[in-house]
């Protein structure tokens, strides 16, 4: 009886932290960062993201155009990229969700004026709004 007991609690384990693993990032969902920026999460299918990013953040270019985001969401945090193809840069985002807050590293990969590869890295966090 002890060892069925263990085993169903082992069970019961690893089923709410499967659960929770799922909630983290929830299909569909929408967060929005202080910069004003737009992730609309549309698909998480078994750790694949989904989704359409729109960029509101002051001093960079390719704002207001809805773009597809895409990444993996996993037990050690998830990670997406959002190709901006109008401006020949992209940016990958990575981070953990905590609760209603996503906090995130980003790295812009971009050309610069001299045409010349170059890379800007800052830090955002993104609420859920719903």
Same mark, same amino acid.
Not at 26 to 41: D, H, I, T
Not at 46 to 66: L, R, S
């Given at each position: 009886?002890? &060892?069925?007991?263990? %085993?169903? %609690?082992?069970?019961?384990?690893? *089923?709410?932290?499967?659960?929770?693993?799922?909630?983290? *990032?929830? !299909?569909?969902?929408?967060?929005?960062?202080?910069?004003?920026?737009? %992730?609309?999460?549309?698909?998480?299918?078994?750790?694949?993201?989904?989704?359409?990013?729109?960029?509101?953040?002051?001093?960079? !270019? @390719?704002? /207001?155009?809805?773009?597809?985001?895409?990444?993996?969401?996993?037990?050690?945090? *998830?990670?997406?990229?959002?190709?901006?193809?109008? @401006?020949?840069?992209?940016?990958?985002?990575?981070?953990?969700?905590? /609760?209603?807050?996503?906090?995130?590293?980003?790295? *812009?990969?971009?050309?610069?004026?001299?045409?010349?590869?170059? &890379?800007?890295?800052?830090?955002?966090?993104?609420?859920?709004?719903?």
């Amino acid at each position: 009886m002890k &060892k069925f007991l263990g %085993l169903f %609690l082992i069970a019961q384990f690893f *089923l709410l932290s499967a659960e929770v693993m799922a909630q983290g *990032l929830p !299909a569909p969902s929408y967060w929005k960062n202080e910069r004003g920026s737009e %992730l609309f999460v549309w698909s998480n299918n078994n750790g694949a993201i989904q989704g359409v990013f729109t960029n509101h953040a002051q001093g960079f !270019a @390719c704002q /207001g155009i809805p773009y597809p985001a895409s990444g993996a969401f996993g037990p050690t945090g *998830l990670y997406f990229v959002v190709t901006f193809a109008q @401006c020949n840069s992209f940016t990958r985002w990575v981070g953990k969700t905590h /609760g209603s807050q996503m906090p995130t590293s980003w790295t *812009l990969f971009y050309i610069d004026k001299n045409g010349r590869p170059s &890379k800007l890295k800052g830090k955002d966090t993104f609420t859920r709004v719903w």
